[in-house]
């Protein structure tokens, strides 16, 4: 009898999880490469992690991305952990070796800044400061990706400013924090505005702040992609800026475990868009 071909699985691991985008992304990919194989959501409790994912490899799985709450909790179980996953202290793409062993990386700092690049072509890192908003997870992965592009000077800001403080401590002296109620003053001096925070997406608070300081000069990205355009980027292209919304951070992202688990890169195409929005 002839043996079948495994079919490879991966998956998105979170809690919640009903809300994630991925499986729509995937899904296009592997119908549009003709390639067998599935990517699914998985709802894992904190408590139920680590159990999960050391009987995954056995279950056929190559690999799985992780969301909130185990993307820190991944990376201290993970046999090898890539530098820029390290230094972003999460871990969002996990492969699984043949012999059981737990690759961990981020693409996060890769996904947010092939989204500028690829919808912002004329942005130059090096041409002055990037104002970034929040002091979280997404803002660390944020901050890695502006600094190692060459970005040469960030001014941060957080609601909580303490937070802003401690991860201004990870990155040395380009990292510049001011209150949050100084925002409005700072956001003239950005080449590049980012918003990393959830103010703005729906079901959460607005983002209230005086914005009139935007201009044409700027290119402006919002993390947030529910909605699509965020009161943050309508005001900004208002005011002439190139905007940049936070879909394309989400697929690009995605690119990476792709090719590692299914072994085609996908690439990231206006249906790529439309069938993630479907």
């Not at 990476?256 to 085609?264: A, L």
Request: include cysteine.
């Amino acid at each position: 009898m002839t043996e079948l071909a495994k079919i490879p699985l991966a998956g998105v691991m979170g809690h919640p999880v009903a809300h994630s985008k991925s499986p729509q992304l995937f899904r296009h990919w592997l119908d549009s490469n003709g390639l067998a194989g599935h990517y699914v959501p998985l709802h894992v409790s904190p408590d139920a992690f680590e159990t999960t994912l050391r009987a995954m490899p056995g279950m056929g799985f190559v690999g799985a991305n992780v969301t909130i709450p185990h993307k820190q909790r991944a990376m201290e179980l993970a046999d090898h952990v890539t530098e820029r996953a390290t230094r972003i202290g999460a871990a969002n793409t996990l492969t699984f070796q043949q012999n059981g062993e737990i690759h961990a990386d981020n693409t996060d700092g890769f996904g947010f800044l092939e989204n500028l690049r690829q919808n912002a072509p004329h942005w130059r890192p090096e041409g002055g400061a990037a104002v970034v908003l929040g002091a979280g997870g997404a803002a660390r992965a944020v901050l890695v990706s502006l600094l190692d592009a060459g970005v040469p000077r960030i001014i941060l800001a957080n609601r909580t400013r303490s937070r802003a403080d401690d991860l201004a401590q990870s990155f040395g002296p380009a990292i510049e924090v001011i209150d949050w109620a100084d925002l409005a003053e700072a956001l003239p001096e950005g080449v590049s505005v980012i918003n990393t925070t959830s103010l703005g997406m729906s079901g959460k608070a607005p983002l209230t702040l005086d914005l009139s300081g935007l201009h044409k000069d700027q290119v402006v990205t919002d993390l947030v992609y529910s909605p699509l355009e965020t009161d943050l980027l309508r005001a900004a292209s208002k005011a002439g800026c190139h905007t940049v919304d936070g879909l394309g951070m989400l697929l690009y992202q995605a690119v990476p475990g792709f090719e590692r688990w299914f072994g085609v890169t996908p690439v990231v195409t206006p249906q790529t868009r439309k069938a993630v929005l479907a």
